[in-house]
C-alpha cells in the first residue's frame, strides 16, 4: 500500500503512489481549482522538493519527471471521482474530492486496482483507461517533440503567430545578437488600455532557471514593464518565484504545456476531432 505519511522527498521524484494525496491536498489548498502549472508549483512547495529533483527531465519529452508522474496522479484522482479537468486544462475538485481522506483515497485506489487487471496505478507507462486526460497527456509530448525540432527561426514565427492570434497587434520578432535574449515586441490591446511586451521565446527541453528569468528582466528595463517568456521546456519553482517577485517588472510565463493548450484552443497545427458516441436506449424499444 502507499505511504502517505512519508517524509517530505529531498533525493528522489515521488512515485506515482506517493503523489495521488499530496495532489488532492495541493488542489485543497489551491481553493478547490488550479491550471496545471499552478497545481506542480504548490505540490513542490508543500512536499519540499528540492529544485535539483524537481526538474529531473523525464526522457525527452521536455517535461519534468515530477511533473509526468503528477499529471498521473491526477489521472488517478480523475478515476477516484474525486477531481474533474475543463477542456482549457484547469482542475477542479469534486464534491466526493472535497471530503474525501487518506484512508478513503487508499481505498479507492485499491478498487481500482482490484478492478483492473493491467495493474493501471502502477505501472511506470500507465494503461490508458481511454480517459480526456490520458489523450491530452499523450498529444502533449508529441507536440512537444515537433516544437522542439523546429528551427529557432521557424519557431520564432510560430511564436508571433501565437501572440497575434491571441491579442496582440505589432508583433516584430527581432533576435538581435546581444539583445539581452529579446526575441521580439508587441502590443497587447486590452479595451481602452494597451501594454507594450517584449518576449523571449526558447526551444528547451529543460527547466529555465530563475538565472535566465533575471537576465531577461534586465533585457527588459527601462524599455518596457511588462515581458512574456515562452519555453517548450518548464520553470523551476524557483524561477517562477522570481518572475513575480515583488518590486520588479512581472514577466508572465508560457511553459512547454500550457504552450500545446493555447496551440489547441486556438487551434494551430492543432486538430481536435469529436469521437461520436452512440447509445442504445434499451427502455424505448421495450416500449414499442
Request: charged fraction near 30%.
Amino acid at each position: 500500500m502507499p505511504n502517505y505519511d512519508e517524509a517530505p522527498f529531498t533525493e528522489r521524484v515521488p512515485t506515482y503512489d506517493e503523489l495521488n494525496w499530496p495532489a488532492l491536498a495541493a488542489l485543497r489548498n489551491l481553493g478547490g481549482s488550479a491550471s496545471i502549472a499552478e497545481h506542480l508549483t504548490q505540490v513542490i512547495e508543500e512536499q519540499d522538493v528540492p529544485e535539483g529533483v524537481a526538474a529531473l527531465p523525464h526522457g525527452e519529452t521536455g517535461r519534468s519527471e515530477l511533473e509526468y508522474r503528477l499529471a498521473w496522479a491526477r489521472t488517478a484522482l480523475r478515476r477516484c471521482g474525486y477531481v474533474e479537468n475543463s477542456a482549457r486544462g484547469v482542475w477542479s475538485l469534486t464534491e466526493a474530492g472535497e471530503h474525501a481522506t487518506p484512508e478513503e483515497l487508499k481505498i479507492r485506489i485499491s478498487e481500482l486496482r482490484a478492478k483492473d487487471h493491467k495493474k493501471y496505478l502502477t505501472r511506470s507507462q500507465p494503461v490508458s483507461d481511454g480517459g480526456a486526460a490520458d489523450a491530452q497527456t499523450d498529444w502533449r509530448d508529441d507536440l512537444l517533440d515537433v516544437l522542439r525540432k523546429m528551427a529557432p527561426d521557424a519557431f520564432e514565427r510560430l511564436s508571433k503567430r501565437l501572440l497575434r492570434e491571441s491579442g496582440f497587434v505589432k508583433v516584430e520578432v527581432t533576435g538581435k545578437a546581444g539583445d539581452g535574449g529579446i526575441d521580439g515586441t508587441g502590443i497587447l490591446q486590452l479595451s481602452l488600455m494597451s501594454f507594450h511586451v517584449l518576449f523571449q521565446c526558447k526551444r528547451y527541453a529543460g527547466s529555465v532557471t530563475p538565472r535566465e528569468v533575471r537576465d531577461f528582466r534586465g533585457a527588459m528595463m527601462g524599455r518596457t514593464d511588462k515581458g512574456l517568456f515562452i519555453t517548450t521546456g518548464t520553470f523551476t519553482a524557483e524561477a517562477r518565484r522570481e518572475a513575480t517577485r515583488d518590486g520588479a517588472p512581472p514577466i508572465d510565463l508560457i511553459d512547454g504545456v500550457s504552450l500545446c493548450e493555447k496551440l489547441k484552443d486556438l487551434r494551430l497545427g492543432v486538430e481536435v476531432q469529436l469521437v461520436e458516441e452512440v447509445q442504445i436506449k434499451r427502455d424505448w424499444f421495450d416500449l414499442i
